[in-house]
Antibody, heavy 121, light 107 residues
Framework: QVQLVQSAAEVKKPGASVTVSCKAS????????IHWVRQAPGQGLEWMGW????????NYAQRFRGRVTMTRDTSINTAYMDLSSLTYDDTAVYYC??????????????WGQGTLVTVSS | DIQMTQSPSTLSASVGDRVTITCRAS??????LAWYQQKPGKAPNLLIY???SLESGVPSRFSGSGSGTEFTLTISSLQPDDFATYYC?????????FGQGTKLEIK
């Protein structure tokens, strides 16, 4: 079965960077786009962008451009999301999510368990 | 960016009720809309895609309709497991955006 297993929770200081990993199993990693979606405590969902694991192409939401980098390592079926220049507003649960259909970036079928990133001084 | 507005924000209902949640887009998104259910402390779960297509494994009491700018999610007969928060999401253009959520509570 499809599984996305994310890295453990992180606590970071303002101005620091964080890397969240997402290890995929149960399907062909390079066939499905990976999205990153975040959710601040008690708030709604926010799409950050997608990664095409086949060729490394990315598309970031404008508000994160310059701060977010999405990469992958196909040898270990793992996607990464780096977010830099953290502020308190970046405190959130970060989800990696697999698209429903091959080679498309549309909507979100399989979700990781989420990684809580807390920004605190 | 396309704004997605859900109504109501909170809905109180009883087991067996028929409930409808509305999602409005700030501009036409054709049928490029998905619905998700989220329970506390859990990741969201895909219910509906392309406005009215039921995701595999989702009970048939869930249905979606609409196109353009107005969409609805209907639960025909509420079950205890359905009390959760529901989100709509468009995938018409970038950035993809979600509605603010509708919390379905037990009356």
């Amino acid at each position: 079965q499809v599984q996305l297993v994310q890295s453990a929770a992180e606590v970071k200081k303002p101005g620091a960077s964080v890397t969240v990993s997402c290890k995929a199993s149960g399907y062909t990693f390079t066939a499905y786009y990976i999205h990153w979606v975040r959710q601040a405590p008690g708030q709604g969902l926010e799409w950050m962008g997608w990664l095409n694991p086949n060729n490394g192409a990315t598309n970031y939401a404008q508000r994160f451009r310059g701060r977010v980098t999405m990469t992958r390592d196909t040898s270990i079926n793992t996607a990464y999301m780096d977010l830099s220049s953290l502020t308190y507003d970046d405190t959130a649960v970060y989800y990696c999510v697999r698209d429903r259909s091959e080679n498309t970036a549309e909507y979100f079928q399989h979700w990781g368990q989420g990684t809580l990133v807390t920004v605190s001084s | 960016d396309i704004q997605m507005t859900q109504s109501p924000s909170t809905l109180s209902a009883s087991v067996g009720d028929r409930v409808t949640i509305t999602c409005r887009a700030s501009q036409s998104i054709s049928s490029w809309l998905a619905w998700y259910q989220q329970k506390p402390g859990k990741a969201p779960n895909l219910l509906i895609y392309k406005a009215s297509s039921l995701e595999s494994g989702v009970p048939s009491r869930f249905s979606g309709s609409g196109s353009g700018t107005e969409f609805t999610l209907t639960i025909s007969s509420l079950q205890p497991d359905d009390f959760a928060t529901y989100y709509c999401q468009h995938y018409n253009t970038y950035p993809y955006t979600f509605g603010q959520g509708t919390k379905l509570e037990i009356k």
